[in-house]
């Protein structure tokens, strides 16, 4: 995984400075799929889905917490919750959890 997001940023899989931050945003990438998914681990399959995310989490950033964000004449909106539309229409649609009574 850690080598399709080098790849995917443009970072030669020899350079190790990054390792680190690349993981951590591996790691959130996996939770955050897991909770729009409502499941505990997600098919193989899904690794380029997760590696995008993980690209996307590590370019975005900065922008955090950020519903719009002005600077100067620019303004740019960003996603309501983390995981922007188009990664997920590659994941897997969430289940629906219901509670016993």
């Not at 409502?38 to 899904?46: K, R």
């Not at 590696?51 to 996307?56: E, G, Q, S, W």
């Not at 922008?63 to 922007?84: A, C, F, L, N």
Request: aromatic letters at 10%; charged letters at 25%; proline letters at 4%.
């Amino acid at each position: 995984m850690l080598e399709t997001v080098k790849m995917l940023l443009g970072i030669d899989e020899f350079e190790i400075a990054l390792d680190g931050i690349l993981n951590h945003f591996i790691n959130q990438a996996y939770r955050l799929a897991y909770a729009y998914c409502n499941l505990t681990e997600l098919p193989a399959d899904y690794d380029d889905t997760i590696a995008d995310l993980a690209v996307y989490l590590y370019n975005n950033r900065d922008s955090v917490g950020y519903k719009q964000k002005v600077q100067g004449e620019r303004s740019v909106t960003y996603e309501g919750d983390g995981i922007p539309e188009y990664i997920k229409t590659a994941l897997p649609l969430p289940k629906i959890k219901v509670g016993c009574q």
